[in-house]
Every structure is written in structure tokens, then in C-alpha cells.
């Protein structure tokens, strides 16, 4: 029998016995849909993890108070002042830290900020004039503070689109020129303290899991010494003016610290210098592990759908062992009716996978909308190596698991088959 009459063969006899057929299918179907769906979740949850950190900007270094060792960062609610405003000003020198093209200081907490009869709690930055320069957002209205509302701690504060929209857009006032009140969430201030609005930033999003829509900023001395009542620093950002020189930033910034600390011995260090290349490395690894151990889940189910196949072609050997009996009765020989049974197994998984991807597509771009619309980044990544994978492994599946059947069926003695019942 030659490959064409085998192929309508195996047709004939998969339509005969729809029900089972489309049942087989189904697992396979599950099977390469979860394939599809689990690595394109993985690659948008990768996407949506790697888009937090790199929002801010590039070439970014963050020095924060405290030193982390191999057991972690400092210990939780632990205060450490070790960082004040004369560590910015030596990092700004362009003699001890050439590299850097922006330096900027900042403290953050929450607060309730309240206009008029609105009252929204959020959270804010004291930052200084520097941060655009080294943060990417651009302004949907007036300006940020410049270097002399910051350095004169001018009451002035930008606000995030969303928190402009919370307390102004209700009642249709321009926000720009308009008088907050800002008031601590740990600090008893009557009132809170009156800030004039004179920005507000375009939509930017979350970035390190920090809606950055619903914050204000405002100068550092507001924001440390008025609201938050400390005179030091929580952190100080840094921007490189080239990846290739990160290296050579990270030893000037510990060793112009070392000095103005006076630290003679590591030691004693009592800050932390974080590169933002690093995390990235460390949660891309995280995210790939997690997509290669979903991906192994759904191939699991896949084997789940593979041993299902084994059950259907061993019941159908069963069922059909007096027409393989007459087949070879009247010349069909071992290898025809091997490849007639191996023909059926690869043809249900074949057509499970191609259902199972055009599934797995259609639900990943699903999941894409409803979670841009919930407001997350979300990338819509579908793989071609995802999808040659699936098809590839169905129709490995088909033929491993339907080897077995093939030659115990090829294996028949004739006459015993013709004698079945």
C-alpha cells in the first residue's frame, strides 16, 4: 500500500470514530495551548519585571544608606543617616566622579495631600533640580523646580498625572498655580504644609512596582526637613554617561564616600552601591527560571496528553484486530500496518497542535488587553521558538507514544486475528 491509499486509510478510520478522535485531540490541544500561553506569559512577565527597572533610565547607580552583606541589605525599620547633602556635593565633583553626568539626593514617604474638599493619600519625593537629568518623563504641563527653588526651598511641588487628576479634574481647575496642603503620615503637622503646584508630569507608569503617576516631588528640603522632619538622606542617585565606564563610577563613588565618612577599612563601610545593570542580570535570571519551570509544567501535560494517545491506539488495536487480521490475510505486510497506526497517532497530535496553537496565541493576546488594561505593561510576545517547539513536541509525542500500539498491531499473527472475537 503506498503512502497516499495509507493517509486516506487513516482518515477513513479516525472520521469512523469522531468521538474518541476528537477526545485524543484534546489533550493535545491543552497541552500545546499551555506550552504557547506559559512562554508567552513568561516572556510579557519578563517584559513588564525588566520594563520596572530600566523606566527610571539607564546607566543608573543608586547609593543607599547602610552597608548590605551576603545575608541581605540592612536590617528592616533600621534608621541609618550615614548619607547627608556633603556627599552629594563631593559626587558632584566632576575631579573625584567624571563619569557622572547627573547627581541627585532624594527621601521619599507617604502622605495625604489634600485641595480643597479632595484628599488623597499617596507618596512623594524630595528630590532636587538635577532629577529630570537623570530620570526619563517628560512634563504634560509647567515645569519642574529649578536649581533656585530648590536650593532656596521653595514651597513648589510637580504632581503625577494620576494624583493631578484625582484633585483637580472633578472640578475642571488647571492645576498649575494651585495650593496643596501635604501632610506626613508618621509626622503631626497642623494642617500639613502649603505647596504651589507649577508641573505636572506626563504619564509614566510603574517603574521598581511604584505607580510614578500618583506621586508629587518637591525639593529636598521640603520634602526631608518639612514633612519628614530628618536632615539626612535615604539615597542618592547617580547617572553614567556610559555603561562602559559603570565599573570605574561604582570605585569613585566608594572611595570619594570612604572619605568623606573617613573609612579607612571596607569594613567599617557604611553605605551601599547599587548597579542597575546588575538587578537586571539578577531578575532576568529569575524570570527565565521561572518561565523554563512553567514551560516544564506544561510539558508535563503534554505527556499527560501523550499517555492518553497510548490508551486510545492500545483500545483501537484491540477493536481492530480481525481488520488487521484480513489485512494481512490478503498481503498488507508488518511495516503498512506499523506505518498505518504510527500515520493516525501523528496525525491527531499534529492536528491538536496546530488547534492548540492557534488557542494558545488567541489566549495570550487576550491576557495582553485585559492586563494593559488593568494598567500593566504588558508585551504581547508570542515566539516562533515557542511554536516550533510545540508542534515539534506533539508530533514527538504521536510517534513516541503511538510506537507501542504500531508494533504490537504489526506484530499480529493473521490467523489469530482472524480467529478474534
Given at each position: 500500500m503506498n503512502f497516499t491509499s495509507t493517509i486516506k486509510l487513516v482518515i477513513k478510520n479516525l472520521m469512523a470514530r469522531k468521538g474518541r478522535s476528537i477526545l485524543t485531540i484534546l489533550g493535545i490541544v491543552i497541552g500545546v495551548a499551555g506550552v504557547i500561553i506559559i512562554i508567552a506569559l513568561g516572556a510579557g512577565a519578563q517584559s513588564l519585571i525588566l520594563g520596572q527597572v530600566t523606566k527610571l533610565g539607564s546607566n543608573l547607580l543608586y547609593v543607599e544608606a547602610g552597608k548590605s552583606s551576603d545575608n541581605g541589605p540592612p536590617v528592616p525599620g533600621l534608621v541609618i543617616t550615614s548619607l547627608i547633602e556633603s556627599d552629594v556635593?563631593?559626587?558632584?565633583?566632576?575631579?573625584?566622579?567624571?563619569?557622572?553626568?547627573?547627581?541627585?539626593a532624594s527621601v521619599q514617604g507617604s502622605a495625604t495631600v489634600t485641595w480643597e474638599n479632595q484628599s488623597v493619600d499617596t507618596s512623594f519625593m524630595g528630590t532636587d533640580y538635577e532629577y529630570p537629568s537623570g530620570v526619563n518623563f517628560t512634563m504634560q504641563a509647567g515645569q519642574f523646580f529649578t536649581q533656585a527653588q530648590d536650593q532656596g526651598a521653595a514651597n513648589v511641588v510637580v504632581l503625577g498625572s494620576?494624583?493631578?487628576?484625582?484633585?483637580?479634574?472633578?472640578?475642571?481647575v488647571n492645576p498649575?498655580?494651585?495650593?496643596?496642603?501635604?501632610?506626613?503620615s508618621v509626622e503631626s503637622q497642623a494642617g500639613g504644609v502649603p505647596l504651589r503646584v507649577i508641573g505636572v508630569i506626563s504619564p509614566r507608569g510603574s517603574s521598581f512596582f511604584q505607580n510614578q503617576d500618583e506621586m508629587l516631588f518637591m525639593p529636598l528640603a521640603i520634602g526631608s526637613t518639612q514633612i519628614l522632619g530628618i536632615h539626612y538622606l535615604q539615597g542618592i542617585s547617580i547617572k553614567v554617561d556610559s555603561a562602559d565606564n559603570i565599573a570605574q563610577t561604582i570605585t569613585d563613588i566608594t572611595r570619594v564616600l570612604k572619605q568623606q565618612h573617613h573609612i579607612q577599612n571596607?569594613?567599617?563601610?557604611?553605605?551601599?552601591?547599587?548597579?542597575?545593570?546588575?538587578?537586571?542580570?539578577?531578575?532576568?535570571?529569575?524570570?527565565?527560571?521561572?518561565?523554563?519551570f512553567l514551560t516544564a509544567m506544561a510539558a508535563i501535560s503534554l505527556s499527560v496528553g501523550?499517555?492518553?494517545?497510548?490508551?486510545?491506539?492500545?483500545?483501537?488495536?484491540?477493536?481492530?484486530?480481525?481488520?488487521?487480521?484480513?489485512?494481512?490475510?490478503?498481503?498488507?505486510?508488518?511495516?503498512?500496518?506499523?506505518?498505518q497506526f504510527l500515520f493516525e497517532a501523528s496525525l491527531l497530535t499534529s492536528l491538536g497542535g496546530v488547534i492548540g496553537i492557534i488557542i494558545g496565541i488567541l489566549v495570550s493576546y487576550l491576557a495582553s488587553l485585559?492586563?494593559?488594561?488593568?494598567?500593566?505593561?504588558?508585551?504581547f510576545v508570542v515566539s516562533i521558538v515557542s511554536i516550533v517547539l510545540a508542534v515539534g513536541v506533539s508530533i514527538l509525542t504521536g510517534i513516541i507514544f503511538g510506537l507501542y500500539p504500531a508494533f504490537k498491531a504489526a506484530k499480529l499473527d493473521p490467523i489469530e486475528a482472524l480467529r478474534y472475537e
Open positions: 556635593e563631593a559626587l558632584h565633583n566632576p575631579g573625584q566622579v567624571p563619569h557622572a553626568v547627573a547627581v541627585n494620576t494624583l493631578s487628576d484625582e484633585l483637580f479634574s472633578a472640578s475642571g498649575i498655580g494651585q495650593v496643596i496642603k501635604v501632610k506626613s571596607d569594613i567599617d563601610v557604611d553605605f551601599t552601591v547599587r548597579n542597575q545593570a546588575d538587578a537586571i542580570k539578577i531578575l532576568s535570571t529569575i524570570t527565565n527560571a521561572l518561565s523554563l501523550g499517555i492518553g494517545i497510548l490508551n486510545i491506539m492500545m483500545v483501537t488495536v484491540g477493536e481492530r484486530t480481525r481488520e488487521i487480521g484480513l489485512r494481512k490475510a490478503v498481503g498488507a505486510t508488518n511495516a503498512a500496518i506499523r506505518n485585559i492586563l494593559h488594561h488593568l494598567g500593566y505593561d504588558w508585551a
